[in-house]
């Protein structure tokens, strides 16, 4: 059988993750199927993460992130020619299908474009709307990240939830928790040595940091604590707006932030935390915060979106837009330590559910349906 991956997302936002998945769940089907060719249409980055396999066939296409006709031709004339050179069985693409008649398995891990169209340009906007809808009618199989956004695609399109298979992202590297001599010297570190909450993420407009730095200024009006607030991430989408917020705010000088981090120092950061606070109003996968859990790191969450499907009974939830709420959770955090042992303990057993080999076994029961 002749498989086809087109591993490249149309604009390429959440590479990072694009490539992981892929690495991932392709290295090992591709170990355990040798009797099958693989055809990658894909640039040089993935190429290189699959030296070791000798039934892959290469098609190196550029990408051409800003240029919309560019995205035109690859769909409608280079991926079919593509197929068609090779006589191959599947197309496995991501977000949009491919203009001819092979049979085809779309990936969409999420709906950002629709929840989310700031972060994208108009043009972008445009080629989605016009070619997302027909390729979820045109494919016979999708496959999805969480059972909400499952949920989106069909109320969204209108599609057919049967063809729509939800496969959980694995955990990539599950750090150890620290000992008590560590924490304690990265808080000596960081913190002169007092506790703090976390929030490791993108630093941006659309992440609703205003409202965490609101419901930490409510904490610590109520509980006259040492605690400290670390916001660590990069900075994105007018990021100006945070910072303009926390320079009028009254806690500013027990906010610290880190943007730009190594990764490695990133994960002791929150390893030695006392909690990690995600009050993001849309998040399509929960890998930062599974990351802190299996650190031994308790989290509260948002209380919609993924978050709950993900972390179940594993975490504390919060309506993103409210921030006494938010507050709430952090002092029933920071007073009841019986309560923060046993969030960690579920997170520590939650967190073995999220993993690659499952998750490759499921894709591949899908690719197994096209043969």
Excluded at 17 to 44: A, K, Q
Excluded at 120 to 148: D, G, M, N, V, W
Excluded at 302 to 307: A, E, F, Q, T
Aim: proline fraction near 3%.
């Amino acid at each position: 059988m002749v498989i086809a991956v087109n591993t490249q997302m149309p604009d390429e936002n959440n590479s990072d993750e694009t490539s992981n998945f892929i690495v991932e769940i392709f290295s090992r089907i591709i170990s355990l199927h040798p009797g099958h060719t693989f055809i990658f249409i894909c640039n040089e980055h993935i190429k290189n993460s699959f030296a070791a396999y000798n039934n892959i066939i290469y098609e190196i296409l550029k990408h051409h992130k800003k240029n919309i006709a560019q995205w035109y031709l690859r769909y409608n004339f280079k991926l079919p020619a593509i197929l068609k050179k090779y006589n191959a069985n599947i197309l496995i693409t991501w977000e949009i299908a491919s203009a001819d008649k092979t049979s085809q398995c779309l990936i969409i891990p999420h709906l950002s474009f629709i929840r989310q169209p700031f972060l994208y340009r108009k043009s972008h906007q445009l080629f989605y709307k016009r070619f997302l809808p027909r390729s979820i009618k045109k494919a016979q199989a999708i496959i999805t990240s969480s059972q909400f956004c499952k949920n989106e695609i069909v109320e969204q399109f209108n599609a057919n939830a049967n063809k729509i298979k939800v496969v959980y992202n694995g955990l990539t590297k599950k750090n150890n928790c620290l000992s008590y001599e560590e924490r304690e010297n990265i808080k000596a570190k960081y913190s002169e040595g007092n506790e703090y909450f976390i929030y490791a993420g993108e630093i941006g407009n659309h992440k609703n940091l205003l409202n965490l730095l609101k419901a930490f200024s409510a904490f610590k009006k109520r509980q006259k604590s040492n605690m400290q607030l670390f916001v660590v991430g990069v900075e994105t989408y007018k990021y100006e707006n945070f910072y303009e917020e926390l320079r009028l705010f009254k806690f500013k000088k027990e906010v610290k932030i880190y943007n730009s981090a190594p990764k490695e120092e990133v994960a002791k950061l929150i390893a030695a935390s006392y909690a990690v606070i995600d009050p993001s109003k849309y998040e399509w996968f929960g890998t930062h915060v599974l990351s802190a859990m299996s650190m031994g790191v308790p989290v509260i969450a948002s209380s919609v979106g993924v978050m709950p499907e993900m972390l179940s009974d594993a975490a504390l939830y919060a309506d993103p837009e409210n921030f006494k709420e938010i507050a709430v959770k952090m002092m029933a955090l920071f007073k009841d330590e019986n309560l923060r042992s046993a969030l960690i303990e579920k997170g520590k057993l939650l967190v073995q559910k999220y993993n690659w080999d499952a998750a490759a076994d499921d894709v591949w029961q899908i690719i197994n349906k096209f043969i």
